[in-house]
């Protein structure tokens, strides 16, 4: 596969995804940086985006509940290049059904070599990075120059 570049904007496309024993983590963490977030485009699996709406008044774009097809959405978008950033909150002590589901998002995001945070201490590590507030090019699979080769 060849690569090309991709550039993140310096307003970002950011998904908010946590399982339940992580969701209040995340809403506190999206809590305590809401006027940096709010200068952004927030995307969100069903629960969540209603919980953060709710509880914090940022406007969220709600997929499906992450069993439901949620995680699947923010997949395809991740793959659509509309997605910038991947917050995701798993708990890795207790499992879940859809957990296929979960290492797919997981290995979209890597191969769209999107950053993702998986816990708070990252999340706060990419929110206070110089990198956050500016445009950012990053390498991604040419899929163009792929699709190109094969059909040939």
């Known amino acids: 596969m060849e690569f090309t570049t991709r550039t993140i904007e310096v307003h970002k496309h950011i998904a908010l995804v946590a399982h339940d024993h992580c969701k209040q983590t995340l809403l506190e963490?999206?809590?305590?940086?809401?006027?940096?977030?709010?200068?952004?485009?927030?995307?969100?699996?069903?629960?969540?985006?209603?919980?953060?709406q709710l509880h914090t008044g940022l406007p969220v774009r709600s997929m499906m509940s992450g069993p439901m097809g949620g995680d699947q959405q923010v997949g395809a978008l991740i793959a659509e290049g509309k997605i910038d950033m991947l917050m995701f909150f798993w708990d890795p002590l207790n499992a879940v059904p859809h957990d296929p589901d979960v290492k797919a998002l997981l290995r979209l995001a890597t191969v769209w070599n999107i950053p993702v945070a998986n816990n708070r201490a990252t999340a706060d590590f990419l929110i206070n990075s110089a990198l956050f507030k500016q445009k950012v090019d990053i390498t991604i699979p040419d899929y163009q120059r792929y699709l190109h080769t094969r059909l040939k």
Do not use: F
């Open 29 to 52: 963490w999206v809590s305590a940086n809401k006027s940096q977030l709010s200068e952004h485009h927030l995307y969100a699996t069903g629960t969540t985006g209603n919980l953060i």
